[in-house]
């Protein structure tokens, strides 16, 4: 039995009678309040799941959530493990495996982000169309998985059937919302103006260090995946002053009401029910 499997299999026993999950929401740093009002609520650390170790990072809590929105058994997964804790791309990606290994086949992966586009300001949203990666070796790496595809399509990375409907809705509800790539990088130390140039060069609207391992991963098991980065701060370069992880929490706080909304009407518009 794989890790990912002994993981599933303990996870899939705490849903007890209720519906399996259908689709598995990723919260980035300082977003944990979007579970508060999920219904039937079950909460599953990840130290009960073995395999998992708790994140490092704060704004992440690493815990599970289980529970029910518009209608929709939803998985929630409030902490990452990132590459700079010291983690392996294999390992950062894990929890999108044992959400397939549970049954589930979407996933929405959000994360705080730092704006580089002109559109990109803080309590902006951006919903990813692409994803540059400057991070190395990624979680495909070693011995092919079940249900992998050894050799992933990474021309529409992001669901665009998902992206339209998403993009209707919020400017039918008013909410700012552009399209934009995210671009990556390894961290923890934040980006140099001249990195933030060099991405800006490159095309990325928004930088941040995780989401482009899950989504590598959620790709090769044919997973259906919605991004959307809550901008915290502009990068370096782009600001005046010092960046510090607490502006990055204070800012996903704020932003993170509109970030539910938009969540919400991911989870009405899934296409294909899941």
Request: aromatic share 4%; hydrophobic share 45%; proline share 5%.
């Amino acid at each position: 039995m794989t890790a990912e499997t002994a993981a599933a299999t303990v996870l899939a026993r705490r849903f007890g009678d209720r519906p399996a999950p259908e689709t598995l929401l990723v919260l980035g740093s300082g977003l944990s309040q979007l579970v508060d009002r999920l219904e039937d609520a079950v909460r599953i650390e990840f130290s009960d799941i073995p395999g998992f170790p708790k994140p490092s990072v704060e704004g992440h809590e690493g815990a599970f959530i289980l529970g029910a929105t518009e209608g929709r058994q939803l998985l929630v997964q409030m902490g990452r493990f990132h590459r700079y804790e010291g983690f392996s791309a294999v390992a950062v990606a894990m929890p999108i495996r044992v959400a397939y290994g549970v049954g589930i086949r979407s996933v929405i992966l959000t994360n705080a982000a730092g704006g580089i586009g002109v559109g990109a300001v803080p309590g902006s949203v951006v919903v990813l169309k692409d994803q540059i990666s400057s991070v190395g070796i990624g979680p495909l790496m070693g011995p092919l998985r079940v249900g992998e595809d050894r050799f992933p399509d990474m021309s529409a990375p992001f669901d665009r059937e998902w992206i339209a409907s998403v993009m209707v809705v919020a400017e039918e509800l008013g909410i700012r919302l552009s399209k934009g790539i995210y671009g990556a990088m390894q961290g923890p130390a934040f980006e140099t103006p001249a990195e933030i140039r060099m991405l800006r060069t490159l095309g990325a609207d928004v930088v941040g260090m995780s989401t482009v391992d899950e989504v590598i991963q959620a790709r090769a098991l044919g997973m259906r995946i919605l991004g959307l980065s809550l901008v915290t701060n502009r990068a370096a370069g782009l600001r005046e002053g010092e960046l510090a992880h607490a502006e990055v929490l204070t800012g996903a706080h704020q932003g993170a009401p509109v970030l539910e909304t938009l969540i919400r009407v991911a989870l009405r518009h899934l296409p294909g029910g899941g």
